[in-house]
Structure formats: structure tokens, C-alpha cells
């Protein structure tokens, strides 16, 4: 299985040199994999559905506990088929669709490596790895969406899409992460017998509410559905492939894989549930006012993932085999409706199906494939899609206490997915024929082989159902809520209700459709406020976060030097003191001070000389004042015998002072900048950090100092180190290294001033 | 003695170079072959350290405490090897790159010096001595980004320099105080020592003092004004190497004395870690998303970054530490990387401002494809490095039932990636403008591969590392261990037996 995985990988690094050699080759590996890889999977069919799974595992990093591991039982087996046979139909169709496109080799590059994405996704045990694999496919989506970037409504929708997935995806991780730490493993397999020890934990509800966000925002739940219309900027052949038949199935996949381990409470039910049927009712509805083939698939599409949601959150036996059913229908379905809108609109140069009609004749091929995905879509017999819709409506029936209510939701949904089915499937090739940009020709065959294929895989699969996917039906269900059902899938449950309401649905479907125009100028006509749109508020977010980016950033990085410093005190004196008061009490200071006489006059000096630095008004004063501060100290140094750092310090000021002097002349007058308000605060400032810094220091010398080296170095500086002078030996040979660095950082500031004053770059900036 | 090496190897080059100061053609030649060196001794000091343990070097054989030691532990010897290749990178880089006007005036010896103040950083085992190549780096530094003079650099040079010296202000006030309590600078010595101190709040407050100074030069918030109001001045070869290596000193710094000295009571101090840590994850990727100009979008982002090394500080368990480290190892390699390529597009368009750039998809896939590598695993796309990085993390933050700093650090996530693909958007999907200055990458192909050079030999090391995870995590995993169990240290420097 690994190398099914990494196959597609591979293909896409080795792709671009591949198609320099031979393109139409090229192209026809491109098809030639995802067809080599639905016949692999296809082989295993027996296997799973003898009731084996298939678990492979790879080292990839051990101490994290992060494996490559792999698992195939009827649920992961299912969606592998369906992404590689779609996969095939999309590839061979790309070939003709994107013909002549400069970019194309990008495109194979990204739709290979979805699929490789997408295949890992489903096969993945390990909770990382799968991880790994769903923002893989987020981000080969982004790419593939903002496929034609020139326009900006490409770009836009792809960071939207990415923004959304990408969002979800991160509660995704931190879900997956607190379910591992409470299973104490990551792998998904083991997690099904878990149920107990998860649900019963006091972080699930945390981590369920992540995982359900992941899921929801992968497969356009509502509130989150919006970005999938808007991904129908990208190539349809995308459309076809990620945002209808498998990404956007992902999120569907997870909650099934989870479903045995997270599942069976009330939150997780409920929430399936609410947010599945409403998702399912409130997105079919807004496709009345589309006219884009694409647009009105797309919503079609989100009822689906809606419906689906709901059966999962229905949870019941048939409930989950309706849900098998239908996923599979829509893939085969949906995905050769989207083709064909790409093909109507490749061969007529227009979406737009008030400008279509009429096409049957031209275009003979194309409209039968159309129409029998249209029947399956519709819930027509014998189509796989009939199958499906009467086992949805059975299980709805059956909820109680709320079958009725849900039963009522689904009809009225799937009332505008029928209405959509026409619109899409029959309008554009019935009535009387319309002028279109591009004169109409028959699809060629590497377009209409693909959809023609799954088109008839839908006949077959419904007539057939009983012996076809009946067993794997069955295993699959094992992977969504941990046992094996029996209930037979078949065509034929005589005349019951739930026939009945197929019935009921499509004339209303019908109905709706030769009623839309009166609807929708109904519609039109109330205002709904834009706070009922749910995009409103990503977009509200989206320019918030960014005006508030705006804000803290001029704030913070408002150019101003002495604000910086500022910030700087203030932290410290903040930290500092929350040190102090944490101790809850400070620790001993001695105030029982007994200065000298010299001491009590040079401390005046001091901080007579320092005022006088900062109320200076000429610079010549300020640095004269710090010269004086700085000839005080040393004379405390001389006291406290140190001479050596006396002298060095006379030394340094007398230096500063007088480059200084020697500067001050060729400055600009001096001028007075700060306000009173920013003097007054700088002098709180200053006053809280120096009295935070004596405090410290006084803290210190309330504690007697010991230190060894004072003791090794007054004994072993002549003997060893051969030098009378204490402080000369340190500096040379005890702490040499320090004095290379010092040195270094001289040698360092000699070139600094030298280029400064030599080198005027002439202002380019390279 | 290999100990010594990584610092006075840079340090000899640099005083050669000086001696042919006007032959530039020297200077290039032998800053290439330092930089190559350097990568050797890095690559033996680092096989030493992981197969028989921490090395210890008393300078001058005076014994620790008396004398200054020279320590490499697995953090240290990792720091010292990723300083290598991001030397060696930039050094490649700098010869398609800089202009001869900054050659002829010590640019190359100024590299150097610069590589000698951070292997010191890295390897010294000495506060004092830790500050000393703090000003070795700060002055290098100072000077390379005012070489050139112009009023912008200046400007931005003038802001670096004050708020660095404030840092060391703090600095050395702290290493008076930490003296004044234990009566020595040798940073073993001193984890031996106070810990016996009558009083321990005394040293959770002094502690608070090297918060803030190493938190100026780790750029954290609130302290980290000098950075935005700098690195986007110099040329892209600085940029590169500074986004790259200098704050990682002052979080490497953090992380030796947070782990090995202030230990007492992490209650306190390491909770104020982590609060700071989001607060800089946050305000860092705020202030990437208001910028316009590649170099400021990046450089903003190094500050949010910071905040995720010190998010695994602060969270102070083996697995966060180990992810601290792993992120500051994949974050040193894409971070500069992401400068060079930005300094790439500013060759071929003339400009670094999102506005005026546009259409590079179309002209230079490849080009697109060594951004996103980057950028991608700077956004925290599995399976590039990032991934991993953010993940190790959040992981750690999970186990320990810190919710805040995670949806936090996973919210910093997704902006992240917001202003990556605000790149990608800007100056690769998008038609360029009409006004777009620049159209051809103009120079030789000699100097072309020269540029393209490092930025693929750093691609291939973000993917090396986010495919190949496990060796890499390992060793962090293993440098964790050893910064939490600081008698390892203690006992490498001042011997079993001393105690």
C-alpha cells in the first residue's frame, strides 16, 4: 500500500522531466496511474470483503511513535476505489480539457499530487500520518483553485479555502493530539475499542468539539460551506475530482473513521445531526438563484455532504448503510455531472444555463451520459441513486422521535437537488437550440469516456446492488460503528412509503423547476441582511484580525526610539516588581547605613550632578554634568580601594568628555524634542527603575559575600601566574579569553568608524 | 581543544583578512575557505559531544571556577553546527551579492567576527565571558548594518545598537548581582552554589534581570522593537544571516540559564515565560500581517517564532524543551533561507515591495518552488520541517493541559500561513504591475549559480529534515535530557568529585 501512496508522489516529481521527453506519454501515464491504481485496490476486493483487513506498517520517526502505517478494510477500501476510478476519469478527461494550456504540467503536478494525498489520507492508521495527508490535500487545493491566478477572484477563493480547511485543520491536530493522549497511541485502528475510555474522558468533549471542526470545515458544513462554491473558480476537471467526489469527502471520512471511537454520545450524535441537516436544507436552497452549471453543482453537492452528515449523526443500522449507499452514488454521479458541465462549457464557451439549450443533437454522446446521471442523481430507478435515496428516507422515517421532522427536511432538500438535476443534467441539451459563444461540437472521446464510465457504473452498481456491493457494503460498515451489519442492499422493496416519496420528491422537483422564475423574483425581492451570510463573518474576522494587525503594530513599532526604551523599563520594573510581590514579603535589608562623611558629600555630588545631566540645556552642560557623575563614582572606587578600576574610570570619562567637546561643535543646534507629559513620564520611569535596581543591590549586600576566586587569585597570581598586580594578571591569563574579545571588539569598532566616515554608499540597495 | 576552534578559527581568518585589506579578491577567498572550515570543526566538535558526552575546556588551564571554561553540550554543539552551514550559506551568498564598495571596506572580516561572537555565545561556560561575546557580536553587528551609510540603515543601526546596549546594560547588572550572591562567574559553579543561598527569591528576581536582557536580544515581546526597525535595511545577505543566528543567541542563552541556573522556582518564572511567549507568537504574526515589504513580513515573523522556542521553554517538560530545540533548528535553516530567497526576487525585480512585484510564477517556477519550501515549512505544512516543529510543541503543550498557549500558538499557525501565501499571492500568482522596475536577474551565470547555490542547499535541509525527522528529533530529544538534568553539566565542568 505504500507504494500506491507513493507512487503518486513520485509521478509528480518525476512528471515535468517526463513530459519534456514525450508529451502525449506523458499524459497517458498520467491516466495509466490512477487506473493501474483502482485495479490494485480493485484486487483486494475478496480479501476485505471475506472479512480480512490488510495492515501494513514502515518506520518514519519511532520516537515520536509516528509510523507510516496502513490499513485497508471495506471503508478505506471503498474510498480508495472511488478516488482512483474518479481519479482515471478526471486524468483522461484533463488531457483533452486543458489541451494547449501553457501551465498544464503544473496541473498534473498538483492533481497527482492530491491524489497521492487523498489516497493516504483514507489509508492512513497512524493519527499523524493521516494528519500529514489532510493538509496535504488542503494545500494541493489551494494550488489547484488559484490554478488560473491571474484573475484575482482565483486567489482570493483558494486563501479562502485554504484559510477554512487550514483553520479547521489545526483544531483537527489538536483534537487528534488530546484523543492520543487519552488512547495513549496513535494508531486509529486500535482507537475503535476505546469508546469507553475516550467518551468517558474529562477533555472528549474538548476534543470531540476540535475533531467535529476539522471534519466540518473539509466537507463545507454549514456554517463553513461557503468556500465550496467559491473553489468553482478552478479548472472543472478539479471541481470534478477534489470539490465534489473526493476532498471535500474527507471531513465525511473522518467522522465515519471516528465514528466507532468518538462516537455515540449525545454530543457527538447531536451535532452530527443538527449541523448535517442543516447544512443539507439551508445550502440546497440557495442554489434557486444560481445559473452557473458549476455554482448550482456545487450546491447540489453541499445538500449531499449534508445528507450524509446526517445519516452519520442518524447513526442507526440502515442509517449507516443509506450513508455507504449514497457515498458512493454521489461520487459516481456528481462527479460525471461536473464533467459534464466542463465538457458543455468547453464546447459552447458558456456556464451559463439560461444561454444553453438544445444540444441533444449536437452533442448526442455527451446528453445520454448526462441524462443517466441525471436519473441516478434524481433517485430515478434503476439507478444506484435510487438505491440510496430510498434508504435515506428509510432511515429518516425511522428516527424517532424526530423521523418526521427529518423526513420532511430531506424531501424539501432533495426536492432542490432534483430541481438542480434538470437544470443541469436535461436544460442544456433539451428544448430549442441557442446561440452560444462557440459553435458546439461533440465532447471528443477522451473527454466523454471518463463520465460515460462512471455513468454506467451507476446503472450497473443499482441493478446490480444486491451482488456488488452488497458484502463490501457490509464490511465497510465495521470501520464506521465497530460490527457488521446484515442488511441487504437491493434495488426492489416493493410499493412502500419511502417509494412513495421518491415519487413525491422528483414532481416537485419538476415543479419547482417550471416554477423557479416566479420563486426567485419572490426572492428577490426581500432583502435578507448580510448578517444571516455566514461569509459575512470570515470576512468580518478576516478584516478585523488584519485592522487590528494594523492597529497593535503602529502602536508597538511606532518608530520612536525613546518609546522603545521605554517599553523596555517598563517591562522591567513590571517584572521586577511582580518578583517582589510574589515573595510576599521582601527579604531583609539593612538600612542601619553609617556613611562617612566623604561618602554623604560625594553621593550629593552624584545626584546633584545627574539632575543636572537631565535638566541640562545644552549638550556641552549634560556632558560635562555625566563627566561629573562618572569622576564621583571613580572617587567611590578610591575609597573602597580599587584604584585600578579609579584610574581606568578617570581615564574613560576624561576621554568621553573630551571626544565629546570635540564632537558637540559639528551637531545641529541643540533642541528640546520631548513633551512635558513624555519628561514626566520618563522621570517615573526612571525613578522606578533606579529604585528596583537599589533595592536589589541592597537586597545583596544584606547577605555577606564569600567567593573562592577572590582567595585563588590573591595566591596564585604570582606564583603561577607570575604577576604582582592582581587585576593585570585576571585580565591577561586567568580571564584572558575575555580580553580577546574585548579586544576583538575594538579591532571591530576601529573598522565601523573608519567605514563610516569613508564609505557614502551611493544609495542603491543591494 | 576543538572547543576552541569555532571561536579562534573565524578569529584568525578575520586578522589574515585584515592584513590584505585592500585585496578583496583575498577576502572573498578566504572567508570562503573560514566558513568551509568552520563547518568541519562544527561537524567533529558535534560527532565528540554525541558520542562520548559533554566536552569541557578550561582556557589556559586554570581550572574552573578560576579560570574561563569552554563547554559543549549537545545544545551547544548543534547551535555551533547549524552557525556553520548558515555562515558557509551566507558566504556563498555574499559573493553574487554584495557590492565591492562593502567588500573594500571589511565586510568579510566583519562576517567573521561576527561567527566568532556567536560560537563564543555558544560555547562559552562563563556568564561573564557569555557577555563579552555579546559585544563581540553586538559591535560586528552594529557595523555590518551601518556599512554602507545610508540614512535608512543609519537610522536603523542607531535604533539596534541603543536598544542592544540597554540589553547588556541589564546584562551585566545581573552578573554583578549573580556574583555578588555566589561569589563566581562560572556558570556550573554557579548552578552548584546557589541553590544553597539563604535567599532564593533573591535569585527568582535577578532572574527576572536576565529575562528582560536576553528577552532584548531573543526578541521577545514587549522588548522586541530593535529588530523590525532594522533588519530589513541592510542587504539581503545580513538580513540573512542575522534573521537567522542572532536572536537565536539570546534564546539559547535563555534556554542555558532558565534550565541550568534559575531553576528555584519555575513556578514563577517559567509560567512568565510562557505568557511572554504567546504574547510574542501574537503580536509578532500581527505585525507580519500589517507589512507590505517581503524583508518586514519576514522579519516580523522571526519575532512570532521566538515565541514558539520559548513556548517549549516555558513549558519546561523533556518533550517541550526537545521542541524548542527542534525549532530552533529547522527555524535558523528556513528563516535564512527565506531572506536569501527574498533577496533573489529583489535581484530580478529591483524591490522588495508586494506591490510592485508580480508574475514570478509564470517566469521562474523554480524560483516559486524554492520559496515555497521555506515558506511552507515556515507556515507548518506537513511533512516539512515546521510541521514537526509546531507539532512537538503543541504536543508538549497538550500533555501538560495548556490549552491557552496552544490554541494560541495554533491560531499564530494559521496567520502564519496567511502571510506566506500573502507572498505567494503578491509577488508570484499575481500579474505583475506595469510599473515593476526590474525584469531580468541581471549577471553572469557563474554569479546566478552563485546565488541559487545556498538557497537549494538550504531547500534540500528543510526537506532532509521534515522527511527524515527522526535523527534530528533524536538529538534534540537528547540535548532536552541534558539541559534537564543540569549535574550533567555541572559535574562535565567542575568534576564528580569536587562537590
Known amino acids: ?282 445550502t440546497a436552497m440557495l442554489s434557486l438563484k444560481q445559473t452557473d452549471l458549476k455554482k448550482l453543482l456545487a450546491y447540489s453537492t453541499l445538500g449531499v455532504l449534508g445528507t450524509l452528515t446526517m445519516l452519520l449523526g442518524i447513526g442507526s443500522d440502515l442509517a449507516i448503510k443509506a450513508f455507504m449507499i449514497y ?43 448526462a441524462v443517466l446521471a441525471s436519473l441516478s442523481k434524481m433517485g430515478i430507478i434503476p439507478l444506484i441513486g435510487f438505491v440510496g435515496k430510498e434508504t435515506v428516507y428509510a432511515s429518516a422515517l425511522e428516527f424517532e422521535p424526530f423521523g418526521t421532522l427529518l423526513i420532511i427536511l430531506a424531501i ?78 437491493k434495488l426492489w422493496h416493493g410499493f412502500n412509503l419511502e417509494l412513495a416519496l421518491s415519487v413525491l420528491t422528483v414532481l416537485l422537483g419538476v415543479l419547482l423547476y417550471f416554477k423557479r422564475d416566479n420563486i426567485v423574483n419572490t426572492l428577490n425581492k426581500i432583502s435578507f441582511t448580510k448578517y444571516v451570510k455566514p461569509s459575512y463573518y470570515y470576512e468580518f474576522l478576516l478584516s478585523s484580525t488584519l485592522s487590528f494587525a494594523k492597529f497593535q503594530t503602529k502602536f508597538l513599532q511606532n518608530g520612536n526610539l525613546s518609546n522603545y526604551a521605554a517599553m523596555i523599563i517598563v517591562a522591567t520594573i513590571f517584572l521586577g516588581g511582580l518578583a517582589l510581590v510574589s515573595f510576599g514579603g521582601a527579604p531583609n535589608i539593612d538600612l542601619t547605613f553609617a556613611p562617612t562623611f566623604a561618602e554623604v558629600i560625594i553621593g550629593i555630588i552624584l545626584i546633584l550632578a545627574a539632575i543636572s545631566a537631565v535638566r541640562a540645556k545644552s549638550r556641552l552642560t549634560a556632558i560635562v554634568s555625566v563627566g561629573v557623575v562618572g569622576y564621583s563614582v571613580a572617587l567611590i572606587f578610591i575609597m573602597y580601594s580599587a584604584p585600578d578600576l579609579a584610574m581606568t574610570q578617570f581615564a574613560i570619562e576624561t576621554l568621553t568628555v573630551i571626544l565629546f567637546v570635540l564632537v558637540i561643535y559639528r551637531l545641529p543646534k541643540y533642541l528640546p524634542f520631548s513633551s512635558m507629559t ?14 528596583l535596581m537599589s533595592l536589589i543591590v541592597l537586597f545583596i549586600i544584606a547577605e555577606p559575600m564569600t567567593s573562592e576566586l577572590k582567595k585563588y587569585f590573591g595566591e596564585n597570581s604570582l606564583t603561577i601566574g607570575k604577576g604582582r598586580n592582581i587585576v593585570n594578571v585576571i585580565l591577561v591569563d586567568f580571564r584572558a579569553l575575555d580580553t580577546m574579545g574585548e579586544i576583538a571588539v575594538l579591532a571591530i569598532a576601529a573598522i565601523g568608524v573608519y567605514a563610516l566616515l569613508k564609505l557614502k554608499s551611493n544609495g542603491s540597495e543591494k | 581543544m576543538l572547543l576552541v576552534l569555532p571561536i579562534i578559527s573565524p578569529f584568525f581568518f578575520a586578522i589574515i583578512m585584515m592584513l590584505f585589506w585592500n585585496n578583496t579578491k583575498a577576502h572573498r577567498i578566504i572567508n570562503l575557505v573560514s566558513s568551509a572550515a568552520s563547518i568541519i570543526f562544527a561537524v567533529m566538535l558535534f560527532s565528540n559531544v554525541n558520542n562520548s558526552g559533554i566536552q569541557v575546556f578550561q582556557v589556559g588551564s586554570w581550572q574552573a571556577p578560576f579560570g574561563i571554561s569552554l563547554v559543549a553540550d549537545l545544545l551547544s554543539a548543534i547551535m555551533i553546527v547549524i552557525t556553520s552551514v548558515i555562515g558557509f550559506s551566507t558566504a556563498v551568498y555574499s559573493l553574487a551579492t554584495i557590492d565591492h564598495e562593502r567588500e573594500k571596506f571589511g565586510f568579510y572580516p566583519l562576517l567573521q567576527t561576527l561567527l566568532m561572537g556567536i560560537n563564543g555565545a555558544f560555547l562559552t561556560g562563563d556568564i561573564f565571558n557569555l557577555y563579552v561575546w555579546f559585544e563581540v557580536m553586538l559591535i560586528s553587528s552594529f557595523v555590518l548594518l551601518a556599512l554602507g551609510g545610508r540614512k535608512k540603515q543609519l537610522e536603523g543601526a542607531i535604533k539596534y545598537v541603543t536598544l542592544n546596549l540597554l540589553s547588556s546594560a541589564l546584562f551585566l547588572a545581573g552578573v554583578g548581582i549573580l556574583y555578588g550572591l555566589a561569589g563566581t562567574l562560572n556558570m556550573a559553579d554557579l548552578a552548584r552554589k546557589l541553590p544553597l543561598i539563604d535567599n532564593p527569591e533573591m ?57 541550568l541556573i534559575f531553576i528555584n522556582d519555575t513556578d ?115 511533512p516539512l520541517s515546521g510541521f514537526w516543529a509546531k507539532f512537538t510543541v503543541v504536543k508538549a503543550g497538550l500533555d ?64 532532509t529534515i521534515g522527511f527524515y525527522m527522526e535523527p534530528f528529533f533524536d538529538i534534540a530529544q537528547q540535548a532536552s535530557e541534558q539541559l534537564l538534568n543540569p549535574n550533567l553539566y555541572i559535574d562535565a565542568v567542575l568534576g564528580v568529585s569536587n562537590e
Open chain 1, 1 to 282: 500500500m505504500l507504494y500506491a501512496v507513493v507512487a503518486g508522489f513520485i509521478f509528480a516529481i518525476f512528471f515535468p522531466a517526463a513530459v519534456r521527453i514525450n508529451k502525449q506519454a506523458g499524459k497517458i501515464a498520467a491516466a495509466v496511474l490512477p487506473l493501474g491504481i483502482f485495479i490494485y485496490f480493485a484486487s483486494f476486493y475478496n480479501t476485505i470483503t471475506e472479512g480480512n483487513v490488510i495492515a501494513q506498517s514502515y518506520n518514519w520517526i519511532p520516537s515520536l511513535g509516528i509510523n507510516l502505517s496502513f490499513y485497508l478494510d471495506g471503508l478505506s477500501l471503498t474510498f480508495a476505489l472511488i478516488i482512483s476510478l474518479v481519479g482515471f476519469a478526471v486524468f483522461l478527461y484533463t488531457a483533452s480539457y486543458m489541451e494547449g494550456n501553457k501551465y498544464i504540467t503544473r496541473f498534473y503536478i498538483y492533481i497527482t499530487l492530491f491524489m497521492a494525498s487523498m489516497l493516504g489520507l483514507v489509508l492512513s492508521d497512524n493519527i499523524i500520518t493521516m494528519f500529514v495527508f489532510w493538509e496535504l490535500t488542503s494545500i494541493s487545493s489551494y494550488f489547484l483553485i488559484g490554478f488560473n491566478h491571474d484573475k484575482e477572484r482565483s486567489r482570493i477563493y483558494a486563501l479562502q479555502a485554504l484559510l477554512i480547511t487550514g483553520g479547521g485543520g489545526l483544531a483537527l491536530l489538536a483534537g487528534l493530539i488530546i484523543i492520543a493522549n487519552i488512547s495513549g497511541g496513535w494508531s486509529i485502528s486500535s482507537l475503535a475499542d476505546l469508546n469507553e475510555l475516550i467518551t468517558g474522558h474529562k477533555h472528549y468533549p474538548i476534543a470531540a468539539i476540535l475533531v467535529l471542526i476539522g471534519a466540518f470545515t473539509k466537507s463545507a458544513q454549514f456554517p463553513f460551506h461557503f468556500w465550496l462554491p467559491n473553489a468553482m473558480e478552478a479548472p472543472t476537471p478539479v471541481s470534478a475530482y477534489l470539490h465534489s467526489a473526493t476532498m471535500v469527502k474527507a471531513g465525511i471520512y473522518l467522522m465515519a473513521r471516528m465514528n466507532p471511537s468518538l462516537g455515540g454520545t449525545d454530543l457527538w450524535q447531536h451535532t452530527i445531526l443538527i449541523v448535517g441537516a442543516v447544512t443539507m436544507l439551508f
Open chain 1, 327 to 369: 457515498l458512493i452514488a454521489h461520487s459516481l454521479y456528481k462527479g460525471t455531472l461536473f464533467l459534464i458541465a466542463g465538457i458543455i462549457d468547453h464546447e459552447t464557451g458558456t456556464r451559463d444555463i439560461t444561454k444553453l439549450g438544445g444540444l441533444r443533437k449536437l452533442m448526442p454522446i455527451t446528453m445520454v451520459i
Open chain 1, 412 to 489: 424539501a432538500a432533495n426536492v432542490f437537488i432534483v430541481y438542480i438535476t434538470i437544470a443541469v443534467g436535461f436544460k442544456p441539451f433539451f428544448g430549442k437550440l441557442k446561440p452560444t459563444p462557440k459553435e458546439p461540437h461533440e465532447s471528443p472521446f477522451k473527454m466523454w469516456f471518463g463520465p460515460m464510465i462512471l455513468a454506467l457504473l451507476g446503472v450497473v452498481l443499482g441493478m446490480f446492488s444486491s451482488v456488488v456491493i452488497n458484502s463490501l457494503i457490509n464490511f465497510t460498515e465495521i470501520g464506521v460503528i465497530n460490527k457488521k451489519l446484515n442488511i441487504p442492499v
Open chain 1, 678 to 691: 513624555r519628561r514626566i513620564r520618563d522621570f517615573i520611569l526612571a525613578g522606578l527603575g533606579g529604585l
Open chain 2, 203 to 259: 535569585l527568582t528576581l535577578v532572574s527576572m534581570l536576565f529575562l528582560i536582557a536576553f528577552g532584548i536580544k531573543s526578541a521577545v515581546f514587549p522588548l522586541y522593537f530593535w529588530l523590525p526597525a532594522s533588519y530589513h535595511t541592510p542587504p539581503a545577505a545580513v538580513s540573512a544571516i542575522f534573521a537567522g543566528l542572532l536572536t537565536k543567541v539570546g534564546v539559547y542563552s535563555l534556554m542555558r540559564v532558565f534550565t
Open chain 2, 268 to 382: 514563577f518564572t517559567h509560567t512568565i515565560i510562557l505568557v511572554i511567549a504567546g504574547f510574542t507568537m501574537l503580536s509578532g504574526v500581527l505585525g507580519a500581517a500589517s507589512q507590505m515589504d517581503i524583508r518586514k513580513i519576514l522579519s516580523f515573523h522571526i519575532i512570532s517564532q521566538i515565541g514558539y522556542m520559548i513556548m517549549g521553554l516555558g513549558l519546561y517538560s523533556p518533550l517541550a524543551i526537545a521542541g524548542g530545540i527542534f525549532y530552533i533548528i529547522h527555524h535558523i535553516i528556513v528563516k535564512t533561507n527565506l531572506f536569501l530567497v527574498g533577496g533573489a526576487i529583489s535581484k530580478i525585480r529591483g524591490t522588495y515591495q508586494l506591490k510592485k512585484l508580480g508574475g514570478l510564477y509564470k517566469l521562474y517556477p523554480i524560483l516559486g518552488l524554492l520559496f515555497l519550501i521555506p515558506a511552507l515549512s515556515l507556515a507548518g505544512i506537513p
Open chain 2, 400 to 463: 501538560l493541559g495548556e490549552f491557552t498557549i496552544v490554541a494560541v500558538s495554533l491560531f499564530v499557525g494559521l496567520l502564519t500561513l496567511f502571510s506566506m501565501t500573502k507572498i505567494w499571492n503578491e509577488a508570484f500568482w499575481k500579474d505583475a504591475p506595469s510599473e515593476t522596475i526590474g525584469n531580468k536577474f541581471s549577471g553572469s551565470n557563474t554569479q546566478k549559480a552563485i546565488l541559487f547555490l545556498p538557497i537549494v542547499l538550504l531547500a534540500l535541509i528543510t526537506i
